[in-house]
């Protein structure tokens, strides 16, 4: 798996598995566009912060659910199969 590159405002960057200090250093979420405490890379030239993150796990839960758990026999087109 890839390195997954990090971010920490006042703090620095971790890029590659490289660790680099620097204090003046702002990370920034590409998601909610703004500056924030820490960012994680999604791709190339995209970051998310915590919140972004954490928004985008409970629309994977809600969405599994609500397509799958409490709907299981009851789809209209029959049960799916796999
Ligand atoms: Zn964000």
């Not at 971010?7 to 960057?13: D, F, I, L, M």
């Not at 791709?43 to 919140?51: L, Q, V, Y």
């Not at 985008?56 to 758990?69: G, K, P």
Request: aromatic share 4%; charged share 20%; glycine share 10%.
């Amino acid at each position: 798996m890839a390195a997954i590159d990090v971010h920490v405002s006042k703090g620095g960057s971790i890029v590659q598995g490289e660790v680099r200090a620097d204090a003046t250093a702002v990370a920034h979420c590409t998601l909610c566009a703004k500056e924030v405490e820490a960012s994680v890379s999604l791709g190339p030239g995209a970051f998310a912060c915590a919140a972004c993150l954490r928004d985008r796990l409970d629309a994977l839960s809600v969405a599994r659910f609500r397509l799958r758990e409490s709907r299981s026999g009851s789809l209209p087109w029959g049960k799916v199969t796999g």
